[in-house]
């Protein structure tokens, strides 16, 4: 192309970004695009929201007529004026964790203001966020295996105990992937199979060299918990977006009801006494829990496709909350559920500062490094109550209704810890993003006059 046609041709996508409703049926799939990106790979409501609108306003949509309704697998968005109405849908119909692309997209929305990106430009940037590769599969695998190990770990076992629950781990997660890609079968169905597979096979590891033959069962299926799904369908809920959030909820019991069926079936066909001898309180320091709390947040972040450059920050996260959990409880004899609290808020105030320094949302930062406050113990306590409840004592029953409702506590103060402070810091943080948006959109508007 000449020069004088290039020139021309960059005026021409230029004007596309002062009039509203100029191309208005690629300005609109280029937004559900946006939307739908991130919405498959794990990313809130509030978060969707927030980036499409400002994809809009880098194309000369203005906030007021952006008109947006967002369902788990449904985009509906609505752009019009006294004169003008457009509206598009988009069907959402995969749904995974990619970390890489929610940081991705959310980096490109505001590098399309900065450097005036034209409409084609934007586009290939986007088709190129969206090819982005995941971590190699043996990677993958190997990290399900690290992240489990180092939670057994966190619950108190020995060096043995961890490897046995590595290797169980590694062999679900093959078998998950296998199921799931090679044969075509449900993704919650394969679950099942892995989580079946990960707990049968840490059953017969007691038979192995080790002084806590039982904590690999706890911990080999920890690799499916759906930490992502639940985080943001308490931060909808609590963002008032309650058809998603609740949506948000099915897709998580779905997940869990899944790897119990597979656990419970495991546990139904192996013969021990119970989980009630387990230690609540591992006699380890401080300077294990981290190196474990670091190398399953770690895990777990290569597990979501956390870009690399972010990983070290996820590892640190593990430590600070569950070092931060444990002084609470150990020192102080607060309990489990407050402690939890003040861990993953800890991590979700740090992540909110941080996210200045790292350019990424703090979704991305704060789910792996959570993870690891995961009440392993307390679950199987209760799963084990309910498979052999003709067996067990009614001291023994509710003990371990006790223990099953601690870890619902637990589970809650996760996952309110790691969302509510972005909720509490909406409106600032609204504020910030406004002021930056208006001040990039008032240069774009200078370059074009």
Not at 1 to 14: S, V
Not at 49 to 64: F, L, P, Q, T
Not at 150 to 171: P, W
Not at 179 to 187: H, V
Request: aromatic letters at 10%; charged letters at 15%.
């Amino acid at each position: 192309m000449r020069d004088d046609d290039f020139k021309t041709y960059y005026e021409e996508q230029r004007e596309l970004l002062r009039e509203a409703f100029a191309e208005i049926g690629q300005k609109a799939e280029l937004i559900l695009t946006v939307g739908q990106l991130l919405m498959e790979n794990g990313a809130d409501t509030s978060q969707i929201i927030r980036d499409m609108k400002r994809v809009a306003a880098y194309m000369g949509i203005s906030a007021d007529k952006v008109h947006l309704h967002i369902m788990y697998t449904t985009l509906m968005l609505n752009i019009s004026d006294e004169h003008h109405s457009h509206t598009s849908f988009r069907k959402c119909p995969k749904h995974g964790v990619n970390m890489k692309i929610i940081s991705a997209v959310s980096r490109l929305t505001w590098r399309a203001l900065k450097d005036h990106y034209t409409l084609d430009e934007f586009k290939g940037e986007l088709e190129a966020v969206a090819k982005r590769p995941r971590y190699p599969h043996w990677l993958t695998i190997l990290s399900a295996g690290a992240g489990c190990g180092a939670f057994c770990t966190l619950f108190g076992c020995d060096f043995n105990a961890a490897i046995y629950t590595a290797i169980s781990a590694i062999l679900g997660k093959i078998v998950q992937m296998q199921c799931a890609e090679r044969f075509g079968i449900n993704p919650y169905v394969s679950m099942t199979f892995a989580a079946f597979t990960a707990t049968i096979i840490a059953y017969l590891t007691h038979l192995l060299p080790t002084t806590t033959p039982w904590h690999p069962l706890i911990a080999a299926s920890l690799f499916l918990v759906p930490g992502v799904p639940m985080i943001n369908a308490l931060s909808d809920i609590l963002n008032t977006y309650l058809i998603s959030g609740a949506a948000r909820i099915m897709h998580t019991l779905v997940i869990v009801g899944a790897m119990t069926f597979g656990i419970v079936f495991a546990i139904g066909m192996a013969d021990f006494d119970s989980f009630t001898n387990l230690a609540m309180r591992p006699e380890s320091d401080y300077l294990l829990f981290a190196m474990a709390a670091a190398i399953g947040a770690a895990s777990f972040a290569i597990f979501f496709n956390l870009p690399p450059r972010l990983l070290y920050a996820a590892a640190a996260g593990g430590a600070i909350c569950v070092c931060a959990r444990n002084f609470l409880v150990f020192e102080f004899g607060m309990s489990s559920a407050v402690g939890t609290l003040a861990g993953a808020t800890l991590v979700s105030l740090t992540a909110m500062k941080a996210v200045h320094w790292l350019h990424t949302p703090s979704l991305v930062l704060v789910v792996p490094a959570v993870i690891p406050l995961v009440p392993g113990v307390l679950i199987y306590r209760f799963l084990f109550a309910v498979i052999n409840i003709r067996r067990i004592t009614l001291d023994e029953l509710l003990s371990a209704i006790q223990s099953g409702v601690d870890a619902l506590l637990i589970i809650l103060a996760i996952a309110i810890g790691a969302a509510a402070p972005n909720i509490f810091a909406s409106r600032s943080f609204a504020q910030a993003s406004k002021e930056k948006q208006e001040k990039l959109l008032n240069e774009i508007y200078e370059t074009k006059e």
